[in-house]
Structure formats: structure tokens, C-alpha cells
Nanobody, 127 residues
């Protein structure tokens, strides 16, 4: 089993930045991709950014390209989401996810069904 704990959320003004962290524990060999999703009330969870745990394979939603960077520190089993130039429409609950995907594609990367493990979420509010 894998436990994911997010941190770093908060309130920020438009144009500001936040860095989210997701620390994984447990059987970290059971997944090869980690991802960030966000969700607003009444809407489905949407993929934001994805990274393979080894190598340079990354995927980004079109809505965040150029403003968001996903990175990882494998020594800490942690993945980060650096968000810059934040907009009010970025306001959401941000979830960390992990899963094993043998053949990753862009659509699979941003599909919540690709991931087995989920954190509890951290709120980001942009005003």
C-alpha cells in the first residue's frame, strides 16, 4: 500500500506562486508515475501534471503549460508542483496521485483512472 500526503496549499493573489509537495510512503516500488490533479465542487477531477518516477517523461494539461512545473526528489519520495502566474481559475482542491502504467500516453496521463493511490488533497485559493 502507498500513502500520499500533500502540503503547500494556501491562499495567494492572482499572479502569485505556490509550490505543492506530495510525500509518498509505503511500497513506493508499486507505482511508476506520480501526478497532480485538481477538482472544484461540482466538476470532475482534472489532470494537471504528471511525471514518471524515473527519466524525464512529463505531461501537462494545456491550461497550465508554461506556468506549472512538476518535479521530483526520489531520495525523499516526494513530487512537487511549482505553480506560477496563478489565476483565479486555478482555485481548486489539488490531489496527488500515484499509479503503475506500462504504456503511458497523454490521455492516460491526465485520466484519473490511471492512478490507484490518492492523497487527501490540499486547497489552493487564488483571488
Amino acid at each position: 500500500h502507498v500513502q500520499l500526503v500533500e502540503s503547500g496549499g494556501g491562499s495567494v493573489q492572482a499572479g502569485g506562486s505556490l509550490r505543492l509537495s506530495c510525500a509518498a510512503s509505503g511500497d513506493t516500488s508499486s507505482y511508476n508515475y506520480m501526478a497532480w490533479f485538481h477538482q472544484v465542487p461540482g466538476k470532475e477531477r482534472e489532470g494537471v501534471a504528471v511525471a514518471r518516477t524515473t527519466g524525464d517523461d512529463t505531461y501537462y494539461a494545456d491550461s497550465v503549460k508554461g506556468r506549472v512545473t512538476i518535479s521530483r526528489d526520489n531520495t525523499k519520495n516526494t513530487v512537487y508542483l511549482q505553480m506560477n502566474s496563478l489565476k483565479p481559475e486555478d482555485t481548486a482542491l489539488y490531489y496527488c496521485a500515484a499509479g503503475w502504467v506500462t504504456v503511458m500516453t497523454y490521455s492516460r496521463a491526465l485520466d484519473s483512472r490511471s492512478y490507484e493511490y490518492w492523497g487527501q488533497g490540499t486547497q489552493v485559493t487564488v483571488s
